[in-house]
């Protein structure tokens, strides 16, 4: 078995928590092919949207990944995720799944709360994973109230200084939310940080990205459930 993940951005972290993740899911002897092109996410920095060069990059990447024979395809950067969206018919018609790493994530910060918190250090990642909650929300026939909080001047600190960084933020939103989604996956690692320090449900994509990919696999047979 086979899976690509597709990055924009990477940390170290983020790598390790999603390769310890899609090991969980789908055992050790799974062959991860990864990609990466970080002028993806600086050009859409640069913009503040998705524009069509880096959109066009990415599509490639995922493109790459079925050449390449993988089973299904993990895009990890959330600010990108409505490309992965764009390419759903033509994923279906190859047989490689396309997995988004935040809709899941998303979707059960709905189900547990109508009060929900997004953290970011992006506008360009904050926007879009807003709008995936506020369509899982329509999904899922619930009416939610999102509080935004961008983390400011966050790249570049080491890991004690970001979650430092990273609960003085939280503090601004903890006690008005009853669920704080961490749009990047990069931040995952200072979840049970923050859901232990203010008492709310801190999601993180990793482990829902994974688990989507799972499910994706075993949908089109490659394993079973």
Do not use: W
Not at 76 to 101: F, W
């Amino acid at each position: 078995m086979k899976v690509g993940v597709v990055y924009t951005s990477t940390t170290p972290e983020l790598i390790e928590d999603v390769n310890r993740e899609i090991k969980k899911e789908l055992g050790n002897d799974v062959e991860i092919y990864a990609q990466q092109d970080p002028t993806i996410l600086a050009d859409v920095r640069e913009a503040g949207y998705v524009t069509q060069a880096p959109a066009a990059r990415l599509i490639k990447m995922f493109m790459n990944a079925a050449e390449e024979g993988c089973d299904a395809v993990l895009n990890a950067c959330s600010s990108v995720g409505e490309v992965a969206d764009s390419v759903q018919v033509t994923a279906a018609y190859i047989g490689m799944p396309i997995v988004r790493i935040d809709e899941e994530m998303c979707r059960d910060a709905v189900r547990k709360g109508l009060k929900v918190g997004v953290m970011a250090t992006l506008p360009t990642t904050l926007v879009p994973t807003c709008n995936t909650v506020n369509r899982m929300a329509r999904e899922c026939n619930k009416h939610v109230e999102i509080s935004q909080c961008l983390v400011e001047n966050a790249f570049g600190l080491d890991q004690e200084q970001f979650r430092e960084r990273m609960s003085a933020s939280a503090e601004t939103i903890a006690k008005d939310v009853d669920v704080i989604v961490l749009a990047q996956g990069s931040m995952a690692y200072c979840a049970k940080y923050l859901s232990d320090k203010f008492g709310v449900p801190v999601l993180a994509s990793p482990a829902y990205g994974a688990a989507a990919l799972k499910a994706a696999l075993v949908k089109k047979g490659v394993i079973n459930g």
